[in-house]
């Protein structure tokens, strides 16, 4: 059953604590992205990375870092520096060739602030 | 930065009518897509429109693109309550990146 999997659907933080957020997909795509949707409002693209070992900022990178040592992994964490961290977070991948063409989502993780 | 604007902010429509979603944006692009969302749910890709195309039909979705007014048009006709969702544009343009609109929220009645 191939797609992308966010774990977990729901997360807290603590102020000062950093969180990590999963994305795992076996869709064999090269290009995956990590976007930050706010209530009511549209996706903001925080960080992407078209191959393993190499990523690139988005528009709204300050308090993210990210890693993409697998192929099939791109976890996104959540720093303490990110002084507004609750949104719905949404990982995406996209096939070869097709990077703007269609992007694949997983469900989302419903970050909150304790 | 988000360069498609989709208007209304939301509609609610009842079952049977057609529900139609506009989408404009500002520099020029290669394609435009539309997308639905469920309530707390990730994005679905619905139907992509390339930049030298006018129409494009996918079951019950029609999806006109203007590339000189810089706007794009969702109808979904003989809506449905599964159709309630919120529907988003997103344009592609240089660089490989996709860019959303903050989207429009449909509600069906049955």
């Known amino acids: 059953d191939g797609g992308i999997t966010q774990s977990p659907k729901y997360l807290f933080r603590k102020e000062g604590q950093n969180v990590t957020l999963s994305c795992e997909q076996n869709l064999n795509h090269d290009a995956m992205y990590w976007y930050r949707q706010d209530p009511g409002q549209g996706l903001r693209l925080i960080y992407y990375?078209?191959?393993?070992?190499?990523?690139q900022k988005g528009d709204i990178a300050e308090g993210y870092s990210v890693s993409r040592e697998k192929k099939e992994s791109f976890p996104l964490t959540v720093t303490s520096a990110q002084k507004n961290p609750t949104a719905f977070y949404l990982c995406?991948?996209?096939?070869?060739?097709?990077?703007?063409?269609?992007?694949?989502f997983g469900s989302g993780t419903q970050l909150s602030v304790l | 930065s988000q360069q498609g604007e989709e208007d209304p902010q939301a509609l609610s429509i009842q079952e049977g009518e057609n529900a139609t979603m506009n989408c404009s944006y500002k520099t020029s692009i290669n394609n435009l897509q539309w997308y639905r969302q469920n309530s707390g749910r990730g994005l679905v890709h619905l139907i992509l429109?390339?930049?030298?195309?006018r129409e494009k039909h996918s079951g019950r979705l029609r999806v006109t693109l203007d590339t000189s007014k810089k706007s794009s048009s969702l109808l979904i006709t003989a809506s449905r309550a599964a159709d309630t969702a919120s529907y988003f544009c997103?344009?592609?343009?240089?660089?490989?990146?996709?860019?959303f609109g903050g989207g429009t929220r449909l509600m069906v009645k049955p």
């Open positions: 997103a344009t592609a343009g240089r660089g490989n990146m996709l860019t």
């Open positions: 995406a991948s996209a096939p070869p060739g097709a990077t703007n063409e269609k992007l694949f």
């Open positions: 429109i390339r930049s030298n195309e």
């Open positions: 990375s078209q191959i393993v070992n190499d990523f």
